[in-house]
């Protein structure tokens, strides 16, 4: 029977701290919601041979952890976590060419020690059966209006990593002068919820009219038959990827990379697409049937060196606006 150990964030910094690395186990830590860790970790272990430790936490917790190990690493490798996060501490990260770099879309390349893992639109994910046709918001900006006070659901830019990469988005496509100005009044008709699952489920629910969260995570509920649709902001919609990473100074680089070539195979990347309904980074591997192509959308993506020098900036910034 497949095993592996999974930590909870809650146990804290350091629960790992005097395990004995073993040539052939890594450790991963990852912000994945269970069904695929569930999936991947078995398919790579009887792949490779190779055992999985597995620490799944939010994003913030896990870059947290990952500081406070610097100086003697536990994890081997991040695995799905904002690029903007592993930007930011890109010290702490080894660069590593995968062995399929040249099946990597070029789009989704750029970012510093890391690389990107699947591609993620942000959506509006809206319920249908609270918000007529044709009334929906179709701009960031119509998110602003007082109608929608305590109808759109957003996760919390401080503790979610969509979150954060929706905020920023606002703030490139406006420039932070006017970009602040209008998110300060969109955050006025936010209900934060503190978890990115749970802006699609209770907006599927009708907890919510609208909700800000990731291409994949509304199209699940889509697919599964919820009153929802999907409408993707026209003033400039962001298409970036979230990464995987090799940690610097981790007990087992080679089983590190190992991993990172497994989780941007062709056989995983497709996988991904059929689970998770995340657009793959891969050129060799289509995108879910039903979403419309990128080129039909308004893509404005950021810098990724931008965001990750101004992260710890933007979010006191947010925090700032949330307590007043």
Known sequence: MHRYRLLAAALGLGTLMGAPAIAQSITVYTAHAPEIYQAVVPKF??????????????????????????????????????????????????????????????????????????????????????????????????????KWKGRVAFAGADGSGSAFIQMATVLHVYGEEEGWKLFEKMMANFVITNSSGAVPRGTAGGEYAVGLTLEEAAYRYVTGGAPVKIVYPADGNYAGADAVALVRGGPNPEGGKAFIDFVLSAEIQGFLVEAMKRRSVRTDVADPAGLIPLSEMNINNYAIAWAGENRERFIRQYLAILRR
Request: overall charge negative.
């Open 45 to 146: 272990e009887a792949a490779t041979g190779i055992r999985v430790e597995l620490v799944q936490a939010g994003s913030g917790d896990i870059v947290q952890r990952a500081r406070a190990e610097a100086a003697n690493p536990i994890a081997d490798v991040i695995w799905s976590i904002g690029g903007e996060a592993l930007e930011a501490n890109s010290g702490l990260l080894e660069p590593y060419t995968p062995a399929e770099i040249d099946k990597i879309n070029p789009l989704y390349l750029g970012g510093t020690n890391w690389l990107p893992y699947t591609a993620i639109p942000m959506a509006f994910i809206v319920n249908t059966n609270l918000v007529p046709d044709g009334e929906e918001p179709t701009t960031w900006a119509d998110l602003a209006d007082p």
